[in-house]
Every structure is written in C-alpha cells, then in structure tokens.
C-alpha cells in the first residue's frame, strides 16, 4: 500500500495485533513489486500474507516470481479488481477484502440522505434562508416526510443490503432491482424485487448501489432519468459512469428531480459544472465510504482477517474469483 494509506488506516494498535499475530517487520513499506533494496525483496521472498490496501500494484505474473511463497492476501480497502489479477487465482492464492467493512459508513450516508431527501431539507433550508423569518410549511411543503414514500435500491450488494437493513425502522417501501436477486433472498430481505422500468416509475428516492461493469455503464440514461416521477430523488453512492451525466444535468437543471451525488463521471467535475451550482443537488466529493477514523474498521476488520488465517480458519470475507466479475 502506499504510506499514506498505511498512516491513515493502521493505528498503532492494529500494528501491535499484527505484531502479534505475525513476524512482522513494522518498518518495512512495500510500495512496488520490483523493489530496488535487498531487504525488502528478501521479505517479500519470505511473505506467505500480503497485507494490502489503496495504491497497491498489480499482482500480476512478473510481481509474483518475488513472492514464491505467498498463500494469501488480505486487503484493507474494498473493491480488489485493481491488483488482483488471474495469475494470483491461478496461483491459488486466497484473497480476503474489507469490503464489507467499507460498506457500512456509505450505507448509513445513502440512509441519511433518503431521510433529508423525503423531508425536503434543502428545499427548506434554503425558503428560510431566503425568507429570513417564518416560512409556511403546510404551504410550501405540503407532500413532504418519509410516511409511507417508495425508496428503490437498484443492487442488492453489500451496501444496498445494509442500506435495506437500516431502513427496516421507518415507515417506508422499499423496491430493490438486482438480476441476481432471488425471490426466496427477496423475501428474506423484506423487499419487493421489481424491475428496473417499475423502480424508477414509482419510486420518490432512487438509490445506486450496482457495480461498475460494461453493462451498467450508463445505466442511468436519457430515457430511464425521464421515466423518473417528478420531485424525486436520485441518489448516487456507487460510480459515475452508472450515469449519463449530460442527460442528469439536463433533468437536474429542469428542476424536475433532485440528486445526492457523491460519485460523478468525471470523478471531479470541471469548475463549469451546472452540478456545483443547482439548488437542487447536493454534491459531495467522494466521502460516503470510510474517512478519518472510520479508516481504523477497515484495518481491524483486515486484522482480524489474518487472525483467522493464523489459526487455521477460513477467511469470512473471502473473495470468490467465480463472482468477481458482477461485484465492485
């Protein structure tokens, strides 16, 4: 991992628990696997668990010939499609993420903002602001609140799961589009699985929780954005590239919908951006996922990860190379 993302993510009790579960040298940093000092490349000859995170390299065929005796890695971050390669489940490495450690902080930003969406927060923040005394709220809010609003989820990943659990204490409806969402799991849920043309037609929130792939790219198009009723709001914690941004600005810009936007195509939008600007969105940069000390999960759930393996156990968020394909 890079050493930013060490000091950000291992506290000095995570580095204390792996230090005891592991020989660990605490002062070594593997930043690339064609490292120019000898003792780093006798470490990593000597490494049978690779303890990863954000800015690691490809483990391709050419970084494994310096890790002949590696037998797993464990990745304190989420999504490991930037480094784990073929060769690695060729190799038959086993491969642990904290992804799911990572989802519960972006579901509890997607809850908080179906809450304030259905209430209307902006919209009144800013009649306030602009009346700068007594606003009539049975007048200029009078469809507001979460009594009984539809929200649809479309993915039924780890976060879209979490979000389903956290939102089982209000009084709402919950409609969830996943292809690999079965009836029975459906059921389990306390969801109602629709497809995607229903989930956009009636729900008031729409949430995205699917995975980056060549076929969600744009996902979100012209014609599916327009079969949105009109007031609602569309959520995107997931990736951009789910979206047509041209066809969402033109809707946004339109003031028939409203957005929560924490991922854009592009990541960071060009200072001209309608999106900056519209009262109707709120734009946030990329800060659902883990922060600050929300970091520490990942790196204890990472750490207990390698205490499994230690003793011999399976790892209880193993990565399956069969499902890879249809996951972030």
């Not at 809450?115 to 469809?143: M, Q, T």
């Not at 009084?171 to 956009?200: K, M």
């Not at 709120?282 to 230690?310: F, N």
Request: aromatic share 4%.
């Amino acid at each position: 991992m890079s050493a930013e993302t060490r000091d950000a993510i291992l506290s000095p009790a995570s580095l204390v628990r792996l230090e005891e579960l592991t020989t660990l040298e605490p002062g070594l940093l593997v930043t690339d696997f064609t490292p120019g000092s000898s003792g780093a490349v006798e470490a990593l000859r000597q490494a049978e668990v690779l303890f990863t995170g954000w800015g690691c390299p490809a483990l391709d065929a050419s970084a494994l010939e310096f890790l002949p005796r590696l037998r797993a890695v464990v990745h304190a971050a989420g999504s490991v499609k930037h480094h784990i390669t073929r060769d690695v489940w060729d190799r038959g490495i086993a491969v642990s993420t904290a992804a799911a450690a990572n989802a519960l902080p972006v579901a509890e930003y997607t809850v908080a903002a179906v809450l304030l969406a259905n209430k209307r927060v902006l919209d009144g923040a800013r009649a306030y602001r602009e009346a700068r005394s007594r606003v009539n709220l049975l007048e200029r809010f009078p469809d507001v609140g979460n009594y009984r609003r539809t929200v649809g989820l479309v993915g039924a990943s780890r976060i879209g799961r979490r979000v389903v659990e956290l939102l089982r204490p209000f009084d709402l409806r919950v409609l969830v589009h996943d292809p690999y969402l079965t009836p029975d799991e459906a059921d389990t849920l306390g969801v109602s699985a629709v497809d995607l043309d229903t989930l956009l037609r009636l729900s008031d929130v729409v949430s995205v929780h699917a995975p980056e792939l060549p076929e969600t790219r744009h996902l979100f198009d012209a014609g599916r954005l327009a079969s949105m009723r009109d007031g609602a709001t569309f959520v995107n914690t997931a990736r951009g590239s789910l979206v047509d941004t041209d066809a969402l600005v033109k809707e946004l810009a339109s003031g028939r919908l409203h957005a929560v936007l924490d991922h854009t195509e592009p990541e960071i939008l060009p200072a001209d951006s309608p999106l900056y600007d519209l009262p109707n969105v709120l734009l946030t940069p990329h800060l659902a996922g883990s922060l600050g000390g929300e970091l520490h999960r990942l790196a204890d759930a990472a750490v207990d990860e390698v205490g499994r393996y230690a003793r011999g156990l399976p790892f209880a968020h193993r990565v399956d190379p069969d499902t890879l394909h249809r996951s972030a």
